[in-house]
């Protein structure tokens, strides 16, 4: 028997000696993963971690360093850094699938999921093993490190490190302050000073159109539009350390975003995009570009005035290092008290099923150290996540609003995302209803109403999984 | 043959197939019945399944972001596919003519299907830019104010079918081949009959051509149901999901993949299986009087 055209004839044999062939030649010569360091490492018996990381570019450059840092510090420990894209999602699989890496940079709002699942390694005992405590940490860092899930009596357990953390405050641009009368000195510390620098700022188009087509705004809420859910912990003057659950109450595990704060926020909100025009609104945005881009719209100067994390200090300084910018608390109504913020943090975890924990720890724990933090932060532009950082760091630091954020990780006022495993759900929900609002579809008070049973909805379901589980919940 | 050589040969032949038989058995047959059975449990992926009857299809009634995505998904079916067969026959019917530079005309229609779906989108997101778009800007040319395409909930649906007949070529292709193929002998027994060139093209070569319809109908029906990539791309942005762009998959992947519920998942997925083959076989059903099959008559 033959296989082929008369032309090309080739037995059967031949075939299945070439197929054979391939494949043989492919396994000893084929692409090998990981580079010279790395066999080497393996072969010379130190322990290979492999390290799941989100970041690239020159957040993931200095991440690298850390673990150059640590890999050169040592000979038993080799730890191989991968950039992961949609780190959330690959690492559930990887962890459901029983693949896990070793260990997991993962975002703050991840860690009650996993944790509830018993997903993640508890590092209560592990962690001091190694010197690092929780009070290492700042304050205001604290609480996203551990989690208990709702009706459990016992106390938290601890979860996460943090390697990095910012907090969302106002940046603001000095020029434009200056350019229509306002002190560049001093930025806004209510939401009726907000208000009235967002008024002195809007620029219009001579002659066109309509109301005008916009050619500056103050202060726009869709831009960059990521944490759409704050505006209501501003209004009531902070969140739980405040007393204030903003729009999830953690302790009855209850949402509140029919409370009267964000309402009375969805309305401020709405206003704006009364007053801008809808058209005028929409047509606007539509002309910014992508966050990390010279066509930001922060640094084309087309708003004056935006919601964002430290981080935003290397934006300016990789396309406009000559921006001059200011940075305060976000507003609050009465302007009064302690700044009131949102944390934000990347956490580094030791999956389920990782196979050295110990050797996991170790490298956290490398990671953890001041000038470590310092380098990583530094990087990253954000403040260092401990509680105590060098003046050094602090008077070299590319942020030059650093101080206002390591005040935020110190407010009792400050707060985090809601500390439940649906929070992507809720968010992704409440997203879309502000939307709404935000296009003036219906008044902003109707829009949160009808949220609350869906969100509220979410929650319940959550809930009754865990009832169904008979309570058995990782944390 | 002997039933010695004959079973020889059998087992050759499943020898050869094997590894395709146990590809489909691990790859494809055993994870769709593990679908099946995860359709009614509570899943979270990161916990083991929990048996929980038909909790997630009762559900299903009660969710309006499922409702939501069922009605995008279905207009968007409802008008593409159509769009998209009767776009793909007439422009078969002028390239597979005699025109000048047809085949040059006929790669730049097949062209774009070769395309990376994700290039694809991102080059429509900035030409339907309401502000520094091409089109707006062709638009306002002729003195019309173009609308804000992804962006204004009404105009969401009208620029996913337009950048959905971006990938008509294929169907196109085909239909030109088999434009080629009917016989010219029907052309002169039509015009002997007095028919003039649009009757001929409605009454021969649709019905010679319609077996290609078909199965452009039924692809493009699976494709159409299961739109993914393309509004996930252009709707799904850091400041919350446009509602008018979220589709059926993208909201299957966010349940099984973001919010971990692959229990609730597979039931949708279930369900998008079963109206597949239920448009499917719906198509078959009406071929029996519509399709015409040379040598075979209608529904052979």
């Known amino acids: 028997m033959s296989v082929g055209t008369r032309a090309g004839t080739m ?64 000979g038993r420990i080799f730890v191989r850094y991968v950039v992961t894209a949609d780190i959330g999602q690959k690492s ?127 202060f726009f809420h869709p831009e960059p539009g990521w944490w759409s859910w704050i505006w209501a912990y501003h209004f009531a003057g902070g969140g739980p350390g405040a007393g204030t659950p903003g729009i999830y109450d953690a302790a009855a595990d209850r949402a509140t ?46 708003v004056g005035m935006i919601v964002q994390g430290p981080w935003v200090a290397n934006l300016i300084g990789a396309f406009r290092p000559d921006f001059d910018y200011g940075v305060c608390a976000f507003p609050t109504l009465d302007g009064q008290g302690p700044p009131v913020g949102h944390i934000d943090t990347d956490v580094i975890v030791i999956p389920r099923g990782a196979r050295h924990p110990e050797a996991s720890m170790e490298f956290i724990a490398w990671t953890q150290r001041q000038d470590m933090t310092e380098l990583l932060a530094t990087a990253h532009c954000k403040p260092s996540p401990l509680a105590v950082a060098s003046e050094s760091f602090l008077a070299n630091h590319p942020n030059r609003g650093v101080r206002v954020h390591y005040d935020l990780f110190r407010s009792p006022r400050a707060f985090h995302a809601p500390r439940t495993r649906v929070w992507q759900q809720i968010k992704d929900e409440f997203d879309t209803q502000v939307q709404r609002v935000w296009r003036d579809e219906a008044p902003a008070e109707e829009i949160m109403r009808a949220l609350q049973p869906r969100a509220q909805a979410i929650l319940d379901r959550a809930a009754e999984q865990r009832r169904r589980r008979g309570g058995r919940v990782g944390a | ?56 299809y009762a559900r299903l009634w009660d969710d309006p972001t499922f409702w939501r995505v069922v009605r995008n998904t279905a207009w968007f079916v409802a008008l593409s596919v159509p769009a998209g067969l009767i776009v793909g026959v007439v422009l078969a019917a002028l390239l597979g003519g005699r025109v000048r530079l047809a085949r040059l005309w006929q790669a730049c229609v097949f062209i774009p299907t070769l395309v990376p779906v994700i290039a694809g989108a991102m080059v429509w997101m900035w030409l339907f830019n309401g502000e520094l778009g091409l089109v707006n800007r062709v638009l306002g040319l002729v003195g019309v104010r173009g609308p804000a395409w992804l962006v204004d909930e009404t105009w969401v649906l009208p620029s996913m079918v ?92 966010e349940s099984a993949f973001v919010y971990g519920q692959m229990g609730y998942a597979c039931a949708m997925a279930w369900l998008q299986m079963l109206v597949i083959i239920a448009l499917t076989g719906l198509m078959f059903w009406a071929s029996r009087r519509l399709v015409h099959y040379r040598g075979g008559g209608a529904g052979a």
């Open chain 1, 92 to 218: 559930m699989v990887a962890i459901a699938g029983g693949a896990p890496p070793d260990l997991i940079g993962l975002y703050a709002f991840n860690v009650p999921g996993y944790a509830e699942s018993g997903a993640l390694m508890p590092l209560d005992d592990l962690a001091p093993r190694f010197g690092v405590t929780l009070g290492m940490y700042a304050e205001g860092v604290r609480g996203v490190m551990t989690h208990r899930a709702p009706g459990r009596s016992d106390g938290p357990r601890w979860w996460a490190c943090v390697n990095t953390a910012g907090s969302v405050a106002l940046y603001y641009s000095r020029a434009a302050f200056r350019e229509v009368g306002l002190d560049p000195d001093r930025g806004p510390r209510t939401i009726a000073e907000l208000d009235e620098a967002h008024r002195r700022l809007v620029k219009r188009r001579a002659g066109s159109e309509g109301r005008g087509a916009l050619e500056r705004v103050g």
């Open chain 1, 257 to 302: 975003v029919d409370a009267p704060a964000n309402i009375e926020a969805m309305r401020w909100m709405q206003g704006y995009s009364r007053d801008l025009g809808q058209r005028e609104a929409r047509a606007f945005k539509e002309t910014f570009g992508n966050y990390f881009t010279p066509e930001n719209p922060f640094l084309t100067g087309k």
């Open chain 1, 11 to 74: 037995t059967r044999r031949a075939a299945l000696g070439a197929m054979a062939a391939g494949g043989l030649g492919f396994a000893l010569l084929g692409p090998r993963g990981g580079g010279a360091a790395e066999r080497q490492a393996a072969a010379s018996g130190r322990i290979v971690l492999d390290y799941w990381e989100k970041w690239t570019r020159h957040e993931g450059d200095a991440m690298r360093r850390v673990v150059d840092a640590f890999n050169q510090s040592q």
């Open chain 2, 1 to 56: 043959m002997s039933a010695a050589r004959e079973a020889r040969a059998t087992l050759t032949g499943l020898a050869w197939c094997a590894p395709w038989l146990i590809g489909a058995a691990l790859f494809l047959f055993l994870p769709m019945g593990l679908s099946v059975y995860y359709s009614f449990t509570d899943y979270p992926l990161l916990e083991p399944p929990v048996w929980a009857g038909a909790t997630n």
């Open chain 2, 162 to 253: 337009i950048m959905s007949l971006w990938g008509v070529g294929q169907s196109v292709v085909i239909f030109i081949a088999a434009m080629q193929d009917v016989p010219a002998y029907l052309y002169e027994a039509g015009r002997l009959d007095g028919m003039n060139p649009a009757r001929q093209f409605w009454h021969v070569t649709v019905p010679m051509i319609s077996p290609q319809i078909l199965f452009s109908a039924i692809v493009s029906t699976i494709n159409a149901v299961q739109v993914f990539a393309v509004p996930y791309v252009l709707f799904r942005k850091p400041d919350g999901q446009n509602p008018a762009g979220h589709y059926y998959s993208m909201y299957l992947y």
